[in-house]
């Protein structure tokens, strides 16, 4: 069953305090994105990646990080310097860069306490 | 779940209408449009995608029609349902190599 996965589904989070969402697919795809959904808004990029041990900067990176270390795996880190972190975030993958589908993951909901 | 919703142009129709959702693009030069669809607290899913080198492509009960003179995209669903209700998102990739850039969203209201 091929697919992406996030996890978890709900997160809370503490003021000051760092916290990793995961991302895993098994379509083979090389490039893998993040993005942040808040209410009444479209999808905004934080960062991508379109091959292993190599990722980009996206409109909102700030106070964000990721890692591809494995084709599959591209987590990413919503550190203590994002001030607004409360918001709905969404990993996709796709076989190419942004001129093939993407296929999204079911979302992480992180709340900061 | 997530209320993606908030404060989104709407479109209410009724069961067994054909609902057009719009979309305004920026960029002259983008070459792929693709639509999705996104019911509350999931991720989006793919409806339909197309090429600048066409203007119209249809899918199962979809349509997508590209108007790239007034840089204009439009989603027809025929016969809606109430399954359908959701919010539909339209992405554009502005040139090689980049990544998709998405639009705001429209949500759809079908009543029974």
């Known amino acids: 069953d091929g697919g992406i996965t996030q996890s978890p589904k709900y997160l809370f989070r503490k003021e000051g305090q760092n916290v990793t969402l995961s991302c895993e697919q098994n379509l083979n795809h090389d490039a893998m994105y993040w993005y942040r959904q808040d209410p009444g808004q479209g999808l905004r990029l934080i960062y991508y990646s379109q091959i292993v041990n190599d990722f980009q900067k996206g409109d909102i990176a700030e106070g964000y990080s990721v890692s591809r270390e494995k084709k599959e795996s591209f987590p990413l880190t919503v550190t203590s310097a994002q001030k607004n972190p409360t918001a709905f975030y969404l990993c996709a993958s796709s076989m190419g860069g942004g001129g093939s589908r993407s296929f999204f993951g079911p979302g992480t909901r992180l709340t900061v306490l | 779940g997530e209320n993606v919703g908030l404060h989104l142009p709407t479109l209410s129709v009724q069961e067994g209408d054909n609902s057009i959702i719009n979309c305004a693009y920026s960029n002259s030069a983008s070459d792929y449009f693709i639509w999705y669809k996104q019911e509350s607290g999931k991720g989006p899913q793919f409806i339909i995608d197309?090429?600048?080198?066409?203007d119209k492509r249809q899918g199962q009960r979809v349509t997508v029609l590209l108007n790239k003179t007034v840089k204009h995209l439009s989603l027809q669903i025929a016969a809606t349902q109430p399954g359908d209700s959701a919010v539909y998102f339209c992405?554009?990739?502005?040139?090689?190599?980049?990544?998709?850039?998405f639009g705001k969203g429209t949500m759809l209201l079908v009543s029974p």
């Open positions: 992405a554009e990739n502005m040139s090689p190599g980049s990544t998709l850039t």
């Open positions: 197309i090429r600048s080198n066409m």
